[in-house]
């Protein structure tokens, strides 16, 4: 999966959508001051930055596995406590957090159950643990009119709607699979507004996730197929993309 990007790439493609999506994500955990939590998969940190304002750099850790993406990190968040880690293999003691959060991320872990339960360990009982997806599998992630267009001129791909947690109630599957039980599961969905074709377009062409790598694998006809379908496909003027996204939170069992 290319996310060994710069992370102003990952922001331009995917931070539009994911920085409103981590502002209502934290007002679902339901955290307060007070706290520590763990972003799980930070990314540059759309999420930690939501964390770190509530609950203060010294309270926030935050892992993810692309080095470019904990660099920058690690330089927008001082004192915060950013690493190089994969969900699967967290390196902090039991029961260490109030919450335990992933954005964006469960769809994309070798093994998310093994990666789940990795959060709940961390977490401490009666503490949360929370995980978000877009909703690829239903056709209304932010995605969607992209590979919608892909498969009009390349029906072979299979886009994004077979990851894990994709479709609906498929995350509260792997919730109970990791042995969280007490669920509460939301639709969270933002809408982004983009000026142009080009300024929706152009992010796509930066090589981040598998739309990105989908791009830089064509060759210049093939690029023009997708381009032009796309245009087919996308209003002329200004537009906005509604995007949902799954939600499930639990409380760790005392």
């Known amino acids: 999966m290319s996310f060994l990007v710069p992370a102003q790439a990952y922001g331009r493609f995917m931070g539009r959508f994911s920085e409103p999506l981590a502002e209502q994500f934290v007002a679902v955990a339901g955290l307060h001051p007070g706290q520590r939590a763990l972003d799980v998969g930070c990314g540059p940190g759309a999420l930690t930055a939501r964390l770190v304002e509530l609950l203060g750099p010294e309270a926030v850790s935050a892992v ?13 968040f001082p004192g915060t406590d950013v690493t190089v880690g994969t969900a699967e293999s967290l ?8 919450a335990a959060l992933a954005s964006l991320v469960v769809h994309f872990m070798t093994d998310p159950v093994a990666g789940l339960a990795e959060m709940a360990r961390v ?72 000026d142009s074709f080009d300024q929706w377009w152009e992010p796509y062409t930066l090589g981040v996730g598998p739309a990105g790598e989908y791009v830089r ?11 032009q379908e796309c245009r087919q496909r996308v209003p002329d003027g200004p537009f906005t993309v509604a995007a949902q996204s799954w939600c499930v939170s639990a409380r760790v069992a005392d």
Not at 64 to 76: H, L, T
Not at 93 to 98: I, Q, R, S
């Open 217 to 227: 694998g064509l060759d210049a006809a093939g690029r023009d197929r997708v381009v």
């Open 91 to 98: 390196d902090f003691p039991a029961d260490t957090f109030d």
């Open 64 to 76: 993810d596995p692309s080095a470019p993406f904990v660099e920058s990190a690690r330089g927008r």
């Open 123 to 194: 977490t401490r009982p009666g503490g949360v643990v929370a995980a978000t997806v877009w909703n690829h599998g239903s056709g209304s992630g932010p995605l969607t009119l992209f590979w919608e267009a892909v498969r009009a001129v390349d029906p072979q791909q299979e886009g994004e709607d077979h990851y894990a947690g994709v479709h609906e109630g498929d995350l509260a599957t792997i919730f109970r699979a990791a042995g969280l039980d007490d669920l509460t599961e939301a639709v969270l969905t933002v809408h982004v507004p983009f």
